[in-house]
């Protein structure tokens, strides 16, 4: 794929992955809310809030086209992804206030992160196995 279409499908995936974020973030509030944990918020906290979840959404969604570049290993471009979606993730936790800067709350944040692209990953992984199998499977019957 050449390179002018990686960054075309890159804004376009992230596009339509931005208006998750702000979404998610609604929900996360309300449900704060509702459990007596979340304060009410000032207009420039819902306003950055806002904004920096459509970033957060716009990069998670849109990176995933590192894995359409046939040139770059699995290994490299799920390095790579995971790399970016980490330093996303904690840029926009840390502006927000939702952990604090210090290393102990940044150490459990990355190793849950760690964690959950890993599972992730697992789970995709498998599945797309499975859909491999079942295409071979097909494919040699016919044959």
């Keep these: 794929m ?3 279409n990686l960054v075309k499908e890159f804004f376009k995936i992230g596009s339509m ?4 974020g702000p979404l998610i973030l609604a929900i996360i509030y309300w449900i704060l809310l ?3 944990v979340a304060e009410s918020l000032s207009v420039p906290q ?3 809030g806002i904004l920096t979840s459509l970033v957060l959404a716009f990069i998670a969604g849109g990176i995933s086209v590192i894995y ?3 040139k770059l290993p699995l290994m490299w471009a799920s390095l790579l992804h995971a790399s970016i979606l980490y330093l996303d993730y904690l840029i926009i936790y840390l502006v927000n206030g939702w952990i604090s800067s210090a ?3 940044i150490l459990i944040f990355t190793g849950i992160f760690i964690a959950g692209y890993f599972i992730i990953w697992c789970f995709v992984s498998y599945s797309i196995k ?3 199998r079942k295409m071979n499977e097909k494919l ?3 044959a």
């Design 17 to 20: 992955s931005a208006g998750g």
């Design 34 to 36: 509702a459990a007596g």
């Design 46 to 48: 819902a306003v950055l």
């Design 103 to 105: 290393l102990i709350p």
């Design 140 to 142: 040699s019957q016919q």
């Design 68 to 70: 359409r570049i046939e």
């Design 2 to 4: 050449k390179k002018t």
């Design 130 to 132: 499975c859909s491999i």
